[in-house]
């Protein structure tokens, strides 16, 4: 007898079945002396379409909304059909006697495996492998030790409940909004109050003005001071001529040291990363939007199996790894980062504290770190060697002592006005000796205007010092920054907006819907996504309301929660959304109405992203044309450069031109001249189509134009 082996995805599949010695390679598994290894192509299965339960649902009304089934149904996704039709021929071995679910040891992963169960009737034991890296020993421990696949069942009813409300929320919603207000406008659980984070935010900004304002700096040779008082910590001055008072009064003055405090402080290792920590870090280093972070990661845990599970949300490590830590310092002590584990190596022992070790802090998985695989960087592209860069260094900074240094804040009277000056003096760099130069970086959203850190002359209270010189400096108060990817991601994190599984694919989400952009390296609302906000229901756009969700199905996947009570009130929910949205009276202005023109209707067509680029459509969804927005080049060629023509749309009617050569010609000109009708037109469009056409030469389809005009 034999055990089916259920991975996720085809690559891990075939992992998995070598560690397993299974040799026996077919198109869809491949088959050892115990056990079958197959795969799912990720979702192999998913709940069914609203035209699944009605066929009237293919055509978006208001009037049939919500749609609620009292018992969601699922279905095969017919794209990956062969492979689900594999699965199941293989769960009908009569020499199959078990399954074990090897997905991905999360929430999705375990919807992943028991939909295929649910569709496949699986009625014989499962077991649930669990593990947090792909390594060959991580794999055989993990085959050593399968769970009972029962134990997971509160984790798969938070996935069901998940996937369920989101498509009762977000679904209604979107078809509510998109036939009332006849526009592409989509709404979600979690992708809504995320894009109002945003709205209010470009709120913000937009009604702020601007203060001026002025400090007052002070020169006393061997260090500066900045001006504050007991009524005005921040040193701003609001007042012109108070500043100009200030500075009169203290020009060639002596001051008085009154103050000098020194006090030793100390900054602790930064805890290992989860995958938000890590997304935010690559977004501020490098760039990465969230989404690539998550992509390169998963590469650098399936692929070169260096990291530990990617979708984790713990900073901290389990006491039951503590053994294998040394392992992974071993691993590591490669290129540049030798010289910084070799003195770890040395010691007896590691300084393991609570801070690194916390099991009451750690869920479904411990933070994000190496593996005990040997490291090739020179196999790494650029991106996963910067990332995993970030990953070693966080790693190995968790074992270094804290960052000591002395602080020294300085207060200098002069004439009455008090001048403020503060130091700082390494005692031991701890851990930032891991980072160099860039564990100083500043923090890009700093504000603080205040005098840097300096070197300070040994000074005692009682001294003199001379002002030598003062400066007024204008400053204008700042509006709040548009958020970066790092900051967005902090935000749902803090209001509890997703997982860390999901937020990358939300805010993509936002930026394919066209309800948001990237400039730079920040996010800007859109004309549609500051109107579409306005057309949800207030509750909708609260992150309140979604963060109560999260927290309730994280109560269920903990065995806390109850299902049925979470899918009643969301039920409930999606019905009252619906309702407001009809009820309302906001108007909407299409954002992306172009200048061209239907030619089934004459309607004007609309700009939208498509899968393939930019495409216009029709607004009038009976009508359904659409095409492509990108210019279009026919199979028309240049006289002169014999290069492709443009086909266009002017007053005159379509003509053909090549910019480079700015040579025009009409359309009837192919057709040996005079006017054609409507149907000629359409005929001669659909032979000059880059679409169709394209293995004709120019010979042929002049040819074919004007033996239609003579038959005509």
Known sequence: ????????????????????????????????????????????????????????????????????????????????????????????????????????????????????????????????????????????????????????????????????????????????????????????????????????????????????????????????????????????????????????????????????????????????????????????????????????????????????????????????????????????????????????????SLPITKRIVDDSKVTDHHAIIPTEEPVRLGELTNDERKLYDLIVRRFIALFYSPYRYEQIQLTVDVAGETFHARGKVMKDAGWKAVYGADAAAPDEESDDEDTADQTLPPLREGDSVNVKHSVIQSHLTKPPLRFTESDLLARMEKNNLGTPATRADIIEKLLNTDTIERQGNRLYPTKKGTQLIELVAEELRSPELTAKWERQLEDIARGKGDAKRFLSGIRRQAAALVKEIAASEVEYKPHNVTGSKCPECGQNLREIKGKRGKILVCPDRECGYKRSAEKQLSNRRCPQCKKRMELRNGKAGKFFQCKPCNVVEKLEDVSGGGKVNKRQEKVLLKKYSSDEGLTLNLGEMLKAALEQKQDK
């Open 1 to 348: 007898m034999k055990t089916l082996v259920l991975a996720e995805k085809p690559s891990v599949g075939r992992e998995i079945a070598r560690v397993l010695g299974c040799t026996q390679k077919h198109k869809n598994y491949i088959e050892g002396p115990k056990y079958i290894v197959t795969w799912a192509l990720g979702h192999l299965v998913e709940l069914a379409e609203p035209e699944d339960y009605d066929p009237k649902y293919k055509t978006w009304r208001l009037e049939d909304l919500p749609i609620v089934p009292d018992r969601m149904r699922l279905k095969v996704i017919k794209e990956s059909s062969h492979q689900f039709r594999a699965i199941s021929q293989l769960a009908k071995r009569g020499d199959i006697k078990d399954l074990i679910i090897a997905t991905d040891a999360g929430r999705e992963g375990e919807l992943v495996a028991r939909w295929i169960m649910e569709m496949i009737r699986w009625r014989k034991p499962f077991k649930r492998l669990w593990i947090s890296s792909q390594t060959d020993k991580a794999i055989k421990e993990g085959f050593a030790s399968v769970k009972p696949g029962p134990a997971y069942d509160d984790l798969y009813q938070s996935a069901v409940c998940r996937a369920e409300a989101d498509w009762l929320i977000g679904l209604n919603i979107t078809r509510a909004l998109t036939s009332k207000y006849n526009a592409q406008l989509a709404a979600g659980r979690v992708q809504t109050p995320t894009l109002a984070m945003i709205i209010r935010r470009e709120e913000e900004i937009r009604k702020f003005k601007p203060t001026e304002y002025w400090t007052l700096t002070a020169d006393f040779g061997a260090f500066t001071g900045t001006w504050r008082s007991k009524a005005n910590q921040d040193g701003r001055i609001f007042n012109k001529e108070t500043a100009q008072e200030i500075d009169r009064k203290i020009e060639g003055r002596i001051g008085k040291v009154i103050s000098l405090k020194t006090s030793e402080k100390t900054e602790p290792q930064p805890l290992a990363y989860d995958l938000t920590e890590l997304q935010r870090d690559a977004n501020k280093r490098y760039g990465f939007s969230a989404k690539h972070t998550s992509n390169v990661l998963q590469k650098l845990y399936e692929q070169h199996k260096l990291v530990t599970y990617p979708r984790t949300d713990s900073r901290h490590l389990t006491s039951d790894m503590v053994h294998t830590l040394r392992s992974r310092l071993n691993s590591i002590e490669v290129g540049p980062y030798a010289q910084l584990v070799r003195p770890l190596l040395k010691q007896k």
